[in-house]
């Protein structure tokens, strides 16, 4: 979600030349200002309407509201496709990416700070995932915000365009993106599989779905400089949109999605007279104010859901939902964009040595963290080998003989062991394409013993995993010195199935096992 408030990244001058719909002495277009503050808002509406229906059993509004969500994700990156588009072709690769550093990271991790600080404030505890607070994608899925999922995404996207930059193929951008859309497409039409929904892997991400809306606002700019932007734009945009919201369902419709909101950028960015109507200082401070927004709308709207007396009407903590975050977001937007002025001042001034190696340190942590599951999955794949070994042994006793999972695994020679604990957190769908799998496996007296997860759905193998993640609240009650329990990993869904109950087969390497089962929350 990077709120930029200008294309150059400078505050706006206040006289009172210029044409009305920019912010005299900058290059803000207040157009997609608007568009910010729309995606924001889409978004706080989403998340209310689902943390009150989750915590306190209303879910009138999330019929209404529930697409705002993607919606507002979708147009968010639609904006800063064409925005770092634009920025391409002008600024130098390390001061461009050393720009995108200081915009996204002191402002969240100063939101992180100060949920931890409440929550000590009121006797709990916070502990955020290191690898969180370094939003790198593939290095965990486990967030205090609730929204950090996203970040990741635009911080990858701000490497690509670096490495146009540092390439100098600014020349080539559309054409680039055209291919780039063309690839998403063609993947996702054949290769349904390799999508990983929200948390998709560093090299899986630039053919995520979700990658889609950026490709198309990199070709924005062409299009306006094509005269490709008229005034039948908008209303192509807008029906777009709305059938979009009939194939909800349907694969094609976050393409459509992508299309509408890249078309609602065009609109917005497209030149005007100067005889303009003067713009609305309040939507456009709202769009300078997205970001902090984002960032801190969902741990306000879970504390209201659960801190607010039962005996108050669920719609009024809806709407308190909505408006205590908008409130917060001036405090937090006016911080946000006065650190980074700050700091844009100090990087601007410094010499290139400093702007390097910021870019080199954020480079070497992208590369190691994002690449590390796949060297994971290297290193383990005799482990990944095993288990899909016993997965067809116990695959082909189940169709011969119809036998439960924990009866098919003691015929192979594993036996139950009361030592192993397990949980699941939680069986998510994920569009229909994936499932996701959260939990925890761990021996109760912290014994290493090489523990595997199987996951079994209608008759299928879908995969194993290994818990590695870090678990500090388990490690906690179990008193040892581990604390990789966790696991969070996403497969796909088979087809031909509508139940909604998956069985986990936790097993060790001294052939011990447990059963684990969840229904799939969709």
């Known amino acids: 979600m990077n709120n ?30 608007y568009l910010r503050a729309l995606a924001a808002v889409s978004v706080v509406l989403c998340h209310a309407s689902f943390y009150v229906r989750e915590y306190r059993g209303d879910g ?23 925005l770092m588009a634009r920025l391409a072709q002008n600024a130098p690769g390390t001061l461009f990416m050393t720009h995108r550093l200081i915009r996204i990271y002191p402002i ?24 969180a607070l370094l939003l790198i994608p593939g290095g965990t899925t486990s967030y205090v915000l609730g929204v950090e999922w996203t970040l990741p995404f635009e911080l990858t996207f701000y490497f690509l365009v670096f490495l146009i930059i540092i390439l100098r193929f600014q020349r080539f951008i559309p054409f680039i993106a055209a291919i780039w859309v063309l690839a998403i497409e063609v993947v996702y039409a054949l290769k349904p599989e390799f999508q990983e ?14 990658s889609l809306p950026f490709a198309a606002g990199l070709l924005v700019p062409f299009a306006i400089k094509r005269n490709c932007v008229g ?36 609109v917005a960015a497209r030149p005007r007279e100067a005889g303009s109507s003067r713009p609305n200082r309040t939507l456009a401070a709202l769009g300078d104010w997205s970001y902090a927004l984002y960032l801190c709308h969902v741990p306000i709207i879970v504390a209201l859901c659960k801190q607010m007396p039962p005996t108050i009407p669920s719609m009024q903590v809806w709407f308190a939902a909505v408006g205590l975050p908008l409130i917060a977001a001036i405090v937090v937007g006016k911080i946000d964009l006065a650190v980074y002025r700050q700091l844009k001042k100090w990087v601007d001034r410094s010499n290139k040595w400093i702007t390097g190696t910021l870019c080199i340190v954020f480079l070497v942590i992208l590369f190691f963290v994002g690449l590390r599951p796949y060297v994971f999955n290297i290193l383990n794949r005799k482990t990944f080998a095993t288990a899909d070994s016993i997965a067809k042994q116990i695959l082909s006793l189940n169709n011969t003989k119809h036998l439960s999972l924990a009866t098919a695994a003691q015929s192979i020679g594993f036996r139950p062991d009361p030592e192993l604990l397990s949980y699941s957190d ?49 490690a906690s009650v179990l008193r040892t010195g581990n604390d990789r329990y966790g696991f969070n990993e996403s497969f796909p869904i088979p087809g031909g199935c509508d139940s909604g109950a998956i069985e986990e087969l936790i097993v060790t390497e001294d052939n011990c096992y447990k059963i684990m089962s969840g229904d799939i929350q969709r």
């Open 4 to 33: 930029t408030p200008t294309l150059t990244g400078r505050p706006a001058k206040t006289d009172a030349t210029g044409p009305p719909d920019h912010k005299p002495g900058s290059s803000t277009i207040f157009q997609l200002q």
């Open 60 to 82: 009138r509004m999330w019929p209404i509201f529930g697409r705002g969500g993607n919606f507002g994700v979708v147009l968010f990156f639609a904006i800063s496709g064409y």
């Open 108 to 131: 969240y991790w100063l939101c992180i700070l100060g949920v931890v600080a409440i929550n000590l404030l009121f006797g709990s505890t916070v502990r955020p995932n290191p690898l």
């Open 197 to 210: 929904g929200q948390f998709p892997h560093f090299l899986h991400l630039p053919l995520s779905q979700y």
């Open 231 to 266: 005034p039948a734009t908008l209303i192509i945009a807008i029906g777009t949109l709305l059938a979009s919201e009939s194939m909800s369902r349907l694969s094609l419709s976050f393409g459509l999605t992508s299309l509408g909101c890249a078309l609602l950028v065009a």
């Open 426 to 474: 939680g069986l998510y769908d994920k569009g229909g394409i994936r499932i996701n799998a959260r939990g925890w496996a761990a021996d109760v007296i912290g014994r290493d013993r090489g523990i595997t997860i199987l996951l079994f759905f209608c008759g299928h193998y879908l995969g194993c995993v290994i818990p590695r993640e870090k678990r500090p609240d388990v």
